[in-house]
């Protein structure tokens, strides 16, 4: 793939994967086929920071873990209403990364079909 497209699109979405695999999602979407870039556009990026204010408000809901697509965790997080909020009071030092890695695994998906 272009070595410009893949740089503009680091530069875009950085803040959206964790950074320690940074280089590796370059790597990988440099030897990406060049048909593969319409779909790696499409995909939908949560922004950690999003989740994070929807994990204050509504994360006794679970809200935070069902837009991640964490749909267990959504679902636990619910009936316990947050285990009482201490679940979800932890879950504001988490939520941040583990959205950054579900970002991450959705690229992995769709570079790897």
């Known amino acids: 793939m272009d070595q410009n497209k893949v ?10 994967f964790p950074e320690d695999r940074l280089f590796y999602i370059r ?3 440099l030897l990406a086929d060049e048909n593969k870039w319409m779909f790696i556009q499409t995909i939908s990026l949560n922004d950690p920071v999003i989740i994070l204010i929807l994990s204050i ?9 069902f837009v991640i697509g964490d749909i267990g965790l959504g679902i ?5 209403g947050g ?12 939520i941040m990364k583990a959205t950054k890695e579900k970002n991450f695994q959705n690229l ?5 079909q």
């Not at 285990?83 to 988490?94: K, P, Q, R, S, T």
């Open 27 to 29: 790597e990988q979407l």
């Open 57 to 65: 408000f509504f994360g006794y809901l679970g809200v935070d873990r």
């Open 76 to 80: 636990g997080k619910l009936l316990t």
């Open 7 to 16: 740089d503009m699109y680091i530069m875009a979405n950085a803040n959206k």
């Open 108 to 112: 992995l998906l769709v570079l790897n």
């Open 83 to 94: 285990l009482c909020m201490v679940w979800a009071i932890v879950d504001w030092f988490f």
